[in-house]
T-cell receptor, first 112, second 117 residues
Framework: DAKTTQPPSMDCAEGRAANLPCNHS???????VYWYRQIHSQGPQYIIH???NNETNEMASLIITEDRKSSTLILPHATLRDTAVYYC?????????????FGAGTQVVVTP | EAEVAQSPRYKITEKSQAVAFWCDPI?????LYWYRQILGQGPELLVQ????????DSQLPKDRFSAERLKGVDSTLKIQPAELGDSAMYLC???????????????FGEGSRLTVL
């Protein structure tokens, strides 16, 4: 599975949009981009995933560049409860047995 | 909402002792994972089961770690003997079997935090 690069940390003001970047320049054509987050002392939680089209759900939006070498997770209105480590992962598609390999992620701190 | 159950939530043990963790995945989830997470790092996959079979244990330190899922439902991860470097959070996750209809989402338990003294 391709490797990803994320900034180690970022701050965001409550109520503002949080834009979390991820580079995955070696992504293969059959690999998806997944985002998980981990709130302190809890297990990781699935947020969203996509292949090449932009995706949106009740938690976030995922913007994938046309060349698929990078993506951005957008939390539209950050709240204090969004403070967590966010992991960007690329892996072979949802129907496969491919394992999820986590990097160090981005520590996001939402401040009042 | 169905959850992945893990126990114990916390475990303190002395080095050279044996320790075991238990995981009960979401009902119907054929794939089960054990991850280890050292403080400040992302989770690292130790072992993956498909039903009762191991499909990936390449990162499992087999000299001291063992994992089983005898009936393809719940699973146990054992460490014997425990070492100081085993202090970590042990996370269990499950997902439905592969197939285009599912998202590939892993559901994680709250983890078992191990401290080895």
């Amino acid at each position: 599975d391709a490797k990803t690069t994320q900034p180690p940390s970022m701050d965001c003001a409550e109520g503002r949009a949080a834009n979390l970047p991820c580079n995955h320049s070696t992504i293969s054509g059959n690999e998806y981009v997944y985002w998980y987050r981990q709130i302190h002392s809890q297990g990781p939680q699935y947020i969203i995933h996509g292949l090449k089209n932009n995706e949106t759900n009740e938690m976030a939006s995922l913007i994938i560049t046309e060349d698929r070498k990078s993506s951005t997770l957008i939390l539209p209105h950050a709240t204090l409860r969004d403070t967590a480590v966010y992991y960007c992962i690329v892996r072979v598609g949802p129907g496969s047995w491919g394992k999820l390999q986590f990097g160090a992620g981005t520590q996001v701190v939402v401040t009042p | 909402e169905a959850e992945v159950a893990q126990s114990p939530r916390y475990k303190i043990t002395e080095k050279s002792q044996a320790v075991a963790f238990w995981c009960d995945p979401i009902s119907g989830h054929a794939t089960l994972y054990w991850y280890r997470q050292i403080l400040g790092q992302g989770p690292e996959l130790l072992v993956q089961f498909q039903d009762e079979s191991v499909v990936d244990d390449s990162q499992l330190p087999k000299d001291r770690f063992s994992a089983e899922r005898l009936k393809g439902v719940d699973s146990t991860l054992k460490i014997q003997p425990a070492e100081l470097g085993d202090s970590a959070m042990y996370l269990c996750a499950s997902r439905v079997a592969g197939g285009l209809a599912n998202t590939g989402e892993l559901f994680f338990g709250e983890g078992s935090r191990l401290t080895v003294l």
